[in-house]
Nanobody, 124 residues
Framework: QVQLVESGGGLVQAGGSLRLSCAAS????????GGWFRQIPGKEREFVAS????????LYADSVKGRFTISRDNANNAVYLLMGSLKPEDTAVYYC?????????????????WGQGTQVTVSS
């Protein structure tokens, strides 16, 4: 089993950038697909981006494509999300996740391991 801890959230102005980090412990993170999801109060958790175990295959939600970049460092058991050109609608709690199936699954059911979340707030 793997444990995940996110960091790097905060308050940023529209158009700015933030880099989220996720540190994994327990079972080596290289054995899992890595992903990022986000959630705002009253709404379901939604897929943002994911990457396969080897760090080559990636998938992005249409809403973030071209603005966000996911990366991972298996040697250091970490996954990152670089967020650029941020918009107020990107405001949410962002969660790191480790998957059990294909990295391109956007269903939360295929991502059994979660961090505690980190708040990102984008002001207009």
């Amino acid at each position: 089993q793997v444990q995940l801890v996110e960091s790097g959230g905060g308050l940023v102005q529209a158009g700015g950038s933030l880099r989220l980090s996720c540190a994994a412990s327990g079972r080596p993170f290289s054995t899992y697909p890595g992903g990022w999801f986000r959630q705002i109060p009253g709404k379901e958790r939604e897929f943002v981006a994911s990457m396969n175990r080897g760090g080559v295959g990636t998938l992005y939600a249409d809403s973030v494509k071209g603005r966000f970049t996911i990366s991972r460092d298996n040697a250091n058991n970490a996954v990152y999300l670089l967020m650029g050109s941020l918009k107020p609608e990107d405001t949410a709690v962002y969660y790191c996740a480790a998957g059990r199936g294909a990295y391109y699954s956007t269903s939360t059911l295929d991502w059994p391991y979660w961090g505690q979340g980190t708040q990102v707030t984008v002001s207009s």
